[in-house]
């Protein structure tokens, strides 16, 4: 069945649309995306948590890592938990 424009087809979109939609595969839990400040917030408390004065040190090595393997997004994630780190002391 193919769709014949309309006028009302042709209306202006809003300046920033909703959401779309989409259908996820069955068997995977949907997963919402946290800002990614909100993210490396968290990680690096867990890290002062479990490293305590050395968390900057291992945050450092991740960082790294990622770097070494040419991994962006989760080196801009390391970057930013590194900061966050240096921030808090």
């Not at 809003?14 to 490396?40: E, K, Q």
């Not at 002062?48 to 770097?67: C, K, P, S, V, Y």
């Not at 994630?77 to 921030?87: K, T």
């Amino acid at each position: 069945m193919s769709h014949a424009p309309i006028e009302d087809d042709t209306r202006r979109l809003p300046a920033t649309p909703a959401p779309r939609s989409f259908d996820r595969p069955a068997g995977r839990p949907f997963r919402r995306i946290s800002p990614p400040g909100a993210v490396a917030e968290r990680v690096a408390l867990g890290m002062i948590a479990r490293h305590g004065a050395d968390a900057a040190r291992e945050a450092t090595i991740h960082l790294n890592r990622m770097i070494d393997r040419g991994d962006l997004a989760a080196r801009d994630l390391w970057a930013c938990v590194v900061h966050v780190i240096h921030e808090r002391r």
